[in-house]
């Protein structure tokens, strides 16, 4: 009898534990593409713990890197996060699906202002996520000249100090506004001219950088850096010495949004994950944490009142007045590699 009990028990044991591989197995996944350190992590947990789908999280370093992987159809990610010009081109090339916005009842919580942009004017494929500018981030102990325009990233006597962006959009862009030019030029010559400014200025650059511009500048290694604000106002909270300005030109206004590529198979859930994000208190921990603008009108009002009043995460009007946003430059873009591979060749 006891051996009898013993035999059945194991065979409980053993039939939970199938049906437990089974549950594990049956899982459903979502696979997620970001910017690297452009979440916190604590929200992709809560999310799984809440919904019961395991988030696979992957990141990129640029729009570019992200669009070749999704072009190239060998990839099965539900859920992106490109930035406006990037959205723009993907859906004339019908790399993205339209969002359901009843399966998003959280989109009414998003500022009207960051609504029917020029990239997707009927909000039909996109959720803002986040926004900013792209400016100098300078040390106040180190630059002891007026930091209001690009020039000063051509000054000789910052030699070895000076970090540039490994982004061939926004290192461009910088040697376009500086000769005055737009930013989504489709001239050759002014493109041309840009180039040589930005082969000028090789000498005087430290590195090309990306994420790790942050470390480098708290750590006191540059004098100057091209950076994203968001990433600007993480590196001041963490050294005082550190400034961001949007130069005088004018600069690159730019947003990042949520998408689902065609090649999605879990529509249904990326959607859940979207409006997740735009759940007030997970929209607040993510700004909190990435240190980017919320386009969340309830979560920014709940940030604390310093936050809320820097310039560097939210510019007044006349800070922006001569900034652009990126356009998708369709088969022009094909010269934009050229003169970036020219530029990095040297």
């Known amino acids: 009898m006891k051996k009898l009990n013993f035999a059945l028990f194991l065979l409980i044991i053993l039939a939970a534990l199938g049906l437990s591989g089974c549950s594990q197995q049956n899982k459903l996944v979502l696979n997620v593409y970001n910017w690297g350190d452009y979440i916190d992590e604590s929200v992709i ?23 070749v992987k999704i072009k190239s159809g060998g990839s099965d990610y539900d859920v992106i996060f490109p930035s406006d010009y990037m959205i723009e081109k993907m859906i004339n090339e ?55 325009s690009w020039d000063i990233l051509w000054n000789e ?20 506004q500086k000769l005055g030019y737009s930013l989504n030029t489709r001239d050759v010559n002014e493109l041309e001219q840009a180039k040589q400014a930005l082969i000028e200025q090789k000498p005087l650059v430290l590195a090309y950088v990306g994420d790790e511009v942050k470390d480098k500048m708290v750590g006191g290694e540059g004098a100057l850096a091209v950076v994203w604000s968001g990433d600007a106002v993480t590196c001041k909270q963490e050294n005082p010495d550190l400034e ?42 993510n700004t909190e944490y990435i240190g980017y603008s919320t386009p969340h009108a ?49």
């Open 244 to 285: 961001y300005v949007i130069p005088k030109e004018g600069s690159n206004f730019w947003f990042d949004a949520m998408v689902i590529p065609t090649t999605s198979k879990n529509k249904e859930a990326a959607e859940k994950f979207i409006n997740y994000l735009c759940e007030t208190e997970v929209a607040l921990k």
């Open 298 to 346: 309830k979560a920014k009002e709940m940030l604390d009142e310093e936050i809320k009043n820097d310039r560097t995460a939210y510019p007044l009007p006349e800070d922006i007045a001569n900034c652009e946003i990126y356009k998708d430059l369709g088969d022009f873009v094909s010269e934009f590699d050229k003169v970036w591979t020219e530029i990095m060749a040297q």
């Open 94 to 148: 019908n790399l993205l699906q339209k969002i359901n916005l009843d399966n998003i009842p959280n989109f009414e919580l998003i500022d009207d202002q960051f609504k029917n942009l020029d990239y997707d004017p009927n909000n039909e494929y996109s959720v803002p996520y986040m926004w900013g500018t792209v400016g100098i981030l300078y040390n106040k102990t180190m630059v002891d000249d007026p930091v209001d």
């Open 157 to 176: 006597k910052y030699a070895g100090q000076i970090f540039m962006l490994d982004s061939q959009r926004e290192s461009i862009g910088v040697a376009l």
């Open 45 to 67: 947990e809560d999310f799984e713990k809440e919904y019961g789908i395991k988030v696979n999280y992957d990141t990129y370093a640029t729009n570019e890197d992200m669009y």
